[in-house]
C-alpha cells in the first residue's frame, strides 16, 4: 500500500513537471481598447446532423459562453438539403452552410439554395456548381494533413481559403507522429498536448495550431487576378476521432469541446450597419461582410479581446480589407491594434514582405508609388520554446491576427489563359435522322433508351433514363458512341444539349466495352447550350494505365447518368441536337 501511495505521488509529481514545463502560456486578457466595430463568430462548425456531438441549441450556448454572436455550422452533405433559415438561439446568430465532399478535397458552401442535384465529383466542376447557384465557397483545411482532404484545385475560381484550421493542426502533430523522422517530437508533443488540455484547453488547441504558412503561396497565386477572402476555421466536432472512419463514434474522445474550440479562434466580421437582433437580415448582413472580405481572423487564446483595423488611403480615398484601390499614386497604409508589446505585425504584399518588426499599436507605411498588389496584415505573437522537456528546443511563434487583403490593381486587366484555336475539322457523330452508332447501357436494374424525336427546328437524339432505387452505386444509365477507329485524329467534342431540368452528366472515353476510363463532367441546362470538351481535360476514371486517355484506343464516348450527381430512382430525359469530333 505504501509503495502503492509513493508510485501515485511519484506519477502525480511527474505529470505536474510534465505539465509544468509544456503547457502554453495563458491567454494575454487584453485591457478594454477601442471598439473595432467587428462582430465575433466561428466558422465551420458540425453538429450532430452529421458528425458533430451536439444539436444547433447546445453548440449556440457554447458560442454565447465564448462571447462570440454568430455561428456558422457546415454540416457534411452535398448541397440538395435546404438550409435551416437563420435563427438566434442564446443571443447567437446561427448561419448554415454545407461541407461537401469533392475528388480533390471539402468546399464549403454559404448562402445557397438547394441544389437542384447532388453536388460532388472533380472539385472543379462543384466550384462551378456553388458559383452558379449562386453559394458563396471556401476550399476547407486546404492544407490537412490527410491527403484526401487536401485541397487540389486550385485553378478552380473558388471564393475563400480557410488558411487557418484547428482541425488541420492536430492532424498534422498525427501525421508526424507517424514519420519515422518526427516521431518522438511529434509524439512528445500530442501527450503534453493531451495532459495540458485540461488545465488550459483553448491555449493547448491553439498551441497545435500550424497551418496557414504552407498556403500562402496557394492564396497569393489566386488573390493575384482576383479576390479571394482568407478565414480562420474552428472545424468544431467536439468529437476527437481515434480511428480513420468519422462515422464509427465508438473510437471519438468528446474532445476538444465547442466551447474550447470557440474560445481558440474567431472571425472577426464587419457588417456594414450594427446587427439588428432580426435573424434575416442579420444573416444577410454577415453574408455581405464575408462575401466582400470585411473580416480578420484572431486566435484567441493568443490574446483577446483583440482590436484591428487595417486601412489604406490613396487620392481616391479610404480602403478597408476586401476593398480595392487604383495603382500608380501613393498609397498610405494604416494598421492600428491593441496588440502587446512583444508581439509584432508584419505586412505583406502577396508572398513578399513590405515591412515587418513592427512592434507599435498604430504604424503607418507609405507606398510612394502604390505598387499594385494584395496588401494584408499578420500579428505574431512571440515564440516559446517548445518540447524544452523532450531535449530539442524549437522556438515557433504564434499566429495571432490575419488581415483580410486590400487590393491595390493597375488598370489593365489581368492576363486570362488563351483561347483555344478555332477547329477546322469537323467530323457529325449525329446523322440528324436515326440512331445510326449510337445505343444505350444501363446497368440490370437501371433503364436506359436512346430513340430520335422530332423537334422545331430538326430531329433530335433523345436520351430516356430510370435509375434504380436504393443505394446501389453502381446504378448506371448511359448514351453510348462508338469509335471502333478510335478518336486519335479529334482533339475536342463539341455538343449542344438540354436537360430535362439542370443536370450534371460525366462525359467518358472508354477502351473496348469495360477497360479504362476517362471522364469530365459537365453542366446540362434545361435550354440548349452550345459546349465544346476538350480530350486533354479528361482524367482517369478509377484506376487507369496512364494519366491521359490514348485516343487511338478509345472505343466508345459515353454520356453518363450516374450516383455522382443523381438521385437514386431519378428519372429523366435528355436531348442532343448536335454532337461533332473535331479538332
Ligand atoms: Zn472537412
Ligand atoms: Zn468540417
Known sequence: ????????????????????????????????????????????????????????????????????????????????????????????????????????????????????????????????????????GIAAHPDSGKPQLRWQAWDAPIDGVEMLSLDTGWRLWVEDARTPAGKWAARRHLAAAILDYPFRPAETIAGLIRSGETLNAEWAGIAAWRPAVTLGGVDAHARLDLQDDPVDARFALPLPGYESSFRVLSIRVRPERALTGDAVADAALVMRAIRAGHLYTAVDAVATPPSFEFTATSAEGMAREGDQLTAGAPVTMRVRSNAPPAFTATLWNGMQIVGSEHREQDFTLTLPAG????????????????????????????????????????????PRAAARPAATVREPMFNGSSTEGWRAEHDPTSLAVVETVTMVGGAELRLRYGLAGGHSPGRVAALAFDTPGGIAAHDRLALTLRGERPMRISIQLRIGDAGDRWSRSIYVAPAHEERTIFFDDFTPHGATSTPRPPLGEIRSILFVIDATNFKPGDSGRMWIKQAELQH
Not at 458528425?51 to 441549441?57: I, Q, R, V
Not at 480533390?104 to 466550384?127: S, W
Request: net charge neutral.
Open 371 to 414: 505598387e499594385a498588389g494584395e496588401y494584408w496584415v499578420e500579428i505574431r505573437a512571440p515564440g516559446r520554446p517548445r518540447g524544452a522537456w523532450g531535449g530539442r528546443t524549437t522556438v515557433t511563434s504564434l499566429p495571432w491576427i490575419r488581415s483580410n487583403p486590400i487590393y491595390v490593381r493597375g488598370p489593365a486587366e489581368p
Open 1 to 136: 500500500m505504501k509503495k502503492f501511495l509513493i508510485a501515485t505521488a511519484a506519477f502525480v509529481a511527474a505529470v505536474a513537471a510534465l505539465v509544468g514545463f509544456s503547457i502554453q502560456p495563458r491567454r494575454v486578457l487584453l485591457p478594454p481598447a477601442p471598439d473595432d466595430g467587428a462582430v465575433p463568430g466561428a466558422f465551420h462548425v458540425h453538429t450532430n446532423r452529421s458528425d458533430g456531438l451536439s444539436g444547433p441549441d447546445a453548440i449556440a450556448a457554447a458560442a454565447a459562453r465564448a462571447g462570440l454572436k454568430f455561428v456558422i455550422f457546415t454540416d457534411h452533405g452535398d448541397g440538395t438539403h435546404r438550409p435551416d433559415p437563420p435563427s438566434y438561439r442564446s443571443g447567437v446568430l446561427c448561419l448554415d452552410g454545407v461541407e461537401i465532399s469533392t475528388n480533390g478535397g471539402h468546399y464549403v458552401a454559404l448562402d445557397m439554395p438547394p441544389a437542384p442535384y447532388p453536388l460532388a465529383g472533380a472539385a472543379r466542376d462543384v466550384v462551378e456548381d456553388v458559383r452558379r447557384i449562386g453559394g458563396f
